[in-house]
């Protein structure tokens, strides 16, 4: 076999047969195929697409590249999340505890931000003390002991698709549907997953402009799962506007402490519910979405949510008692509320420029191992549809400087449209698919 | 400016400004863009075309990227061609003395052939003691001299272009048009060239199988030189059989010298005249065709051409005797037919297959660098259209053994199709396009 043949079958629009992908990802991860070819055939194969079954063969491919966690002698079977990203998602702090205090056993490794805010080990991080760096042995005891744990990606996990991931990062082959689908549930499936509830997130903030196109690659996800054995939903959910208000990561954290104690804004805690009751019927412990519901906003309403919350950040050695006192939590020095110029309906809060101006004030990274303001960030204080009084105020802003704030403003005014007719929201949750 | 951007633009089908080609062949140029960043653009290209402003841009930059060969001291008005390649084409060995004994001079640097069979520089070097490698003040010293002079390219001429093609060669991704006419014309301009004429080939044995492909690369050609302010003509010829009746280095120059005399196939005679009258008319040696044509007949008949031929190859340091003595050039141990095993009329002649037959004899190379065998070969005694007799030759085999011979036989006879109905011979000259 050989590359260059791969790359001009698929420029061609040909098919690759299961041996081919085999060969083609072994050679990537034994660093024997060129990154120019490899940035060849990614290009050829987001213009040409894949076959469902070139899109599984290339997940299980990755799968194999590395080794696969097993943690059933703690968890028989484990249900994972996944959200494809957004501004303000902070849906994991929320579901890990949630769930895990309904009986449901979380491991979840999960990635650091990049562009946008951070991620969800960056949100984690903000919280003093916090580790995400734990050996398999002591995963596998906090699992055990705690129900719950959420730590770093690992290399040894698919790690050819961390190459593949590097790779189409710097050479603008990203946006492939059967890639990007590969990527998420060969991640998944090697750190254990018996099943997966995929959080697709729709709209200008995300990666996924419209239902059309997240309902494909929700698709395309499942039936890759499928494929491969495993059980999955996809939550196809709204990202017009940011998740939730806070928007940045101990304010995040903050706002899912608020949330597990249910008083979150309604369309993150709507949206956390949705999540963790399709979490819980892959799992066997609700067999309808609306027992699932119950049984969550029993736990919720007897604060074991929070609890769970408290005693898994103490189990990673991070300061739970920000679950009582969020003012230990780190906290910009400056901070200033955006006000409306005028009085009207909220006709567009872009959480695409929202997310990009949380970065510049510091809460996100443009490069690999950047340096992620933990304080600063953005609470939204209005939604699609409301309506605001002349001077009411419409973002608060953390920031490290009167100049960041100013600059902040400035892009905020633009985000947010005002107009004199009342619009319709978007809707929390567009649909979800059950696999 | 972010090579990954330009990526995203050309995957996403924009069009690149002057600015941005420029600034990305210059990167080329001074290896600061990565080879992954380049094959992931190239495939883009592929995939999404350019526009003749765009590939007119290419070429002017890839022109930049060295130096331009200026001969004009010696050769105020020089007339080039190029082929796009094909079996059994030395019509450069041909067409160069013709018209230099015409008194058009000729300048012309030439590539060694990858694939099928050897390029110009091969079958020259079949000439005992030929030198291809010519300082300019010798090159120079030898126009004012011979008025003709052919040397290998060197890598001061579009560089860039070098650059390009060794990474499109091992990323599938040759065949785009633009990229191929921005290579060759780059290439020609930078050489020196102030009018051109393109000989591209049709055909099983070329790299446009269809005439429609073939005009529009002809066309595109044409356009950029246009815009660069050269003069360009193209012709278009036929390249489903060989051309001619030799394949092979040595095998070829025979053949060139009896085209000389006047006694070459009269498909390849043909295709001479064509090619050498268009290039007489751009240099204002002949203002219509057929007075072309009959200045070209007439230096023929007087035996100039044949004259000029072997005062070159002498100018070069090559042993002229072989254009009286063919003796003299290397000669294959083993000499073999092959009959026709049925009486029938030639249905097809796979100029294909007969140029990888050729190159498995050891007339062409796969990499770089790779020694060519001067002396093996194949003399085509059929054209398609012809009527055989059973047990007449097709084809005369030149070999280094009789595995060898065996070998060739089998996939010759498979190459040549007999039939009991006659067929039209394809034209050898589909049109010829004046810019």
Request: proline share 5%.
């Amino acid at each position: 076999m050989r590359m260059v043949d791969l790359i001009a079958a698929k420029r061609d629009g040909d098919t690759h047969s299961t041996k081919e992908l085999e060969w083609l990802i072994d050679g990537v991860q034994r660093d024997q195929v060129p990154d120019y070819q490899l940035a060849a055939w990614l290009m050829a194969v987001l213009w040409r697409g894949m076959s469902e079954r070139e899109a599984t063969d290339l997940t299980r491919a990755l799968i194999r590249s590395g080794q696969v966690l097993d943690m059933h002698s703690v968890a028989p079977f484990l249900v994972d999340k996944h959200s494809t990203g957004g501004v303000g998602d902070k849906t994991s702090l929320v579901v890990a505890p949630l769930v895990a205090a309904a009986g449901l056993p979380v491991v979840k490794m999960s990635g650091r931000g990049l562009g946008y805010t951070g991620g969800t080990l960056d949100k984690l991080e903000s919280i003093p003390g916090f580790n995400v760096s734990l050996t398999v042995q002591e995963l596998t005891l906090l699992v055990r002991k705690h129900g719950i744990a959420i730590i770093g990606q690992t290399a040894e996990l698919a790690p050819a698709d961390g190459k593949l991931y590097a790779l189409r990062d710097v050479t603008a082959t990203v946006p492939s549907l059967p890639l990007i689908a590969s990527s998420i549930m060969s991640k998944k499936i090697a750190s254990g997953a018996d099943a997966i509830v995929l959080d697709v997130k729709v709209g200008r903030g995300a990666f996924m402009e419209t239902v059309e196109q997240a309902k494909a690659l929700a698709e395309l996800m499942i039936r890759i799962g499928t494929g491969l054995g495993k059980q999955v939903t996809a939550v196809l959910a709204d990202m017009n506007q940011p998740l939730g208000c806070a928007v940045g990561n101990a304010l995040e954290v903050v706002e899912a402490v608020s949330t597990l104690q249910g008083h979150g804004p309604a369309d993150f805690s709507e949206h956390c519910l949705v999540v963790a009751s399709e979490m819980l019927m892959l799992g066997r412990l609700a067999d309808t979405p609306d027992k699932a519901r119950h049984i969550l906003l029993d736990i919720i309403s007897r604060g074991q949510a929070l609890d769970k919350f408290a005693e898994w950040i103490a189990a990673q050695q991070g300061d739970a008692r920000i679950a009582e006192q969020p003012g230990l939590l780190p906290r910009a020095p400056v901070i200033a509320d955006l006000e409306a110029p005028v009085a009207g309906y909220v006709t567009g809060v872009d959480a695409r420029e929202v997310g990009l101006v949380a970065g510049a004030l510091g809460a996100g990274r443009e490069r690999k191992g950047q340096h992620v303001d933990p304080a600063v960030g953005l609470v939204m204080h209005v939604k699609i549809g409301q309506l605001v009084r002349q001077g009411e105020p419409l973002v608060q802003i953390h920031a490290r400087s009167q100049e960041a704030v100013r600059e902040a403003k400035q892009r905020l005014a633009d985000a947010i449209t005002l107009g004199a007719e009342s619009v319709q929201p978007p809707p929390t949750i567009y649909a979800v698919i059950r696999g």
